[in-house]
């Protein structure tokens, strides 16, 4: 990836996007100004043809919100729990040139002190670091045998002491994936709920039943749905849903997906979305140190080595996927490409369904009042520019302003 046209603009305080074809949930409108000041959007207007300062054209390209992506480890040989501003920066700024102005960094299985690192550090720099939305609490409470490619010695039961300690960082937490079959799991699911943390469903063993006692204490999504999760088998002589067929068929769960190509085949994206409809899928890259690298790099997830290997990260001895090597906009261009999905449906995957999740309001959306997150993309689904709060984080091209 080549960043040498990102640059941070010293931002006008109104500017107006015009030449767009804007995305909207419902559908593409051309023909919209989208009029932004102190970095928020305050007008879509018809477009004029009026001369006015500040003018970005965007060339008669897509302009979609920013995409918003709820599991994130890292990128580029960095890795979220490195616990420094560095690391962190370099993960924003990959992930920004795929559309991305708001990520959650995600934490691997580990001992609740090195989570607590992760989260001391992220509250003390997301203030500087507009692009962090909060931390995804990925483990410890996660099931042995769905483990994936978190480390077992740090899997663990959740206690009073370790709920007790990362709610200290309720401000900071944005999310939560456990095994709701684990004992302790339903009372750290409602604390956490109480707090106004997302819980999320994964890495699980749980039969249907454990599912719907987590569902009642407020757990509502699933996490990389099809991946790491029990289905259906039997139980005696008797056949139970695991926790995908829960999750297919409760309305109110929303369902992660990895549409990287290589973690769920495009039938079983088809079926969720037969099953869910676009409203209820949040696209995730799960993206690992390895994303952003050559073929044949090889990155550690927390200790456990890894490589990149035709185009997604997997363990050293090809024994599981570790994560992806994708960014957002990957992901949109294999469900339009792949899935034959809808581009704006596709959008609101990556954009409105995953803000709503974890109540990131002003973002998600084109819409008078919220923030002016922009992805500008081509007819080749590629992104062009990206923009945070008004500010360009990243450019493939030079600006196109009128002043």
């Known amino acids: 990836m080549d960043f040498a046209g990102r640059k941070r603009n010293c931002v006008p305080n109104r500017m107006i996007f015009t030449n767009s074809r804007c995305i909207f949930p419902a559908g593409i409108r051309d023909g919209i100004d989208v009029v932004v000041e102190d970095g928020k959007i305050v007008d879509l207007r018809e477009r004029t043809d009026r001369r006015e300062k500040n003018v970005v054209d965007l060339g008669g390209n897509y302009l979609a919100p920013g995409f918003v992506d709820l599991h994130v480890h890292g990128a580029l040989g960095r890795d979220a729990m490195e616990a420094s501003v560095e690391a962190f920066r370099v993960i924003c700024d990959f992930h920004a040139g795929g559309g991305t102005t708001s990520l959650l960094l995600t934490t691997a299985t ?3 002190a090195a989570i607590v690192d992760v989260l001391n550090a992220v509250r003390n720099c997301r203030s500087s670091i507009k692009q962090i939305a909060g931390v995804h609490v990925e483990g410890p409470f996660i099931s042995k045998n769905k483990r994936g ?9 959740p206690t009073p002491d370790s709920i007790a300690q990362l709610l200290e960082y309720a401000d900071v937490i944005k999310r939560v994936t456990l095994a709701p079959e684990l004992p302790g799991a339903i009372k750290a699911i409602a604390q ?3 707090r106004k943390i997302s819980v999320s469903g994964g890495h699980s063993d749980a039969w249907d039943e454990d599912a719907r006692a987590a569902f009642a204490h407020g757990m509502r999504s699933v996490t990389h749905t099809f991946n790491c999760m029990s289905s259906a088998r039997h139980d005696g002589i008797y056949r139970k849903a695991g ?3 829960f999750a297919l068929s409760e309305p109110q769960i929303n369902c992660e997906l990895i549409a990287d190509g290589h973690h769920v085949s495009a039938t079983l994206m088809k079926m969720l979305y037969r099953a869910k409809g676009a409203a209820g899928i949040c ?6 140190a390895g994303a952003g690298l050559p073929e044949g790099s090889q990155v550690s997830l927390y200790s456990r ?4 290997k035709e185009g997604v990260c997997v363990l050293a001895d090809g024994s599981a996927l570790a994560g992806s090597a994708s960014r957002m906009i990957d992901l949109v261009r294999t469900l339009v490409r792949g899935v034959d999905l809808p ?12 803000a709503r999740e974890i109540g990131l309001e002003t973002k998600g959306r084109l819409a008078v009042g919220t923030d002016a997150d ?8 590629e992104v062009l520019q990206t923009f945070a709060g008004g500010e360009q984080i990243f450019s493939r091209s030079p600006n196109r302003y009128h002043t």
């Open 110 to 112: 580990a001992p609740i």
């Open 149 to 157: 490619a978190q480390r077992e010695e740090f899997i663990c039961e």
């Open 192 to 194: 956490f709920h109480e």
């Open 243 to 245: 926790l995908l067929e």
């Open 283 to 288: 696209l995730v890259t799960d993206a690992i």
């Open 305 to 308: 080595d890894c490589i990149v």
């Open 343 to 354: 581009l704006h449906e596709a959008i609101a995957m990556a954009t409105e369904n995953p």
């Open 374 to 381: 922009f992805a500008v993309l081509s007819q080749r689904l």
